[in-house]
């Protein structure tokens, strides 16, 4: 069992950066591929980024590449991602999963792979 906590939601104006922390309790954390997903008023839940458990590979999707930055300090049990030049269409809850074990490569497009999610966080990006 793994249990996920997002931090460090806000609300900043276009251009500005934000740090999203998700801390993770439980013994296991560092098997867990991670991700980050973000869900927009009426809109899907949609993968962000994702980082193996290692740390060795991460994974952007093509909205974010070059602005976001994922990482983890497994020591720490935590999960960080650092948003820069935010864009009002980064509005949205940014939740933290664990992708289930089961799942491998860069498969952490679907929210289907995740087995464990954290509450979620605001994120709001004003024009």
């Known amino acids: 069992q793994v249990m996920l906590v997002e931090i460090g939601g806000g609300s900043v104006q276009a251009g500005g950066s934000l740090r999203l922390s998700c801390a993770a309790s439980?013994?296991?954390?560092?098997?867990?591929?991670m991700g980050w997903l973000r869900q927009a008023p009426g809109k899907e839940r949609e993968f962000v980024v994702g980082i193996t458990s290692t740390g060795a590979d991460t994974y952007y999707s093509d909205s974010v590449k070059g602005r976001f930055t994922v990482s983890r300090d497994n020591a720490k049990n935590m999960v960080y991602l650092q948003m820069n030049s935010l864009k009002p269409e980064d509005t949205a809850v940014y939740y933290c999963?664990?992708?289930?074990?089961?799942?491998?490569?860069?498969?952490?497009?679907?929210?289907?792979?995740?087995?464990?999610w954290g509450q979620g966080t605001q994120v709001t990006v004003s024009s």
């Open positions: 999963a664990a992708r289930g074990l089961a799942y491998y490569g860069s498969n952490f497009q679907s929210p289907k792979v995740y087995v464990y």
């Open positions: 439980g013994p296991t954390f560092s098997h867990y591929d």
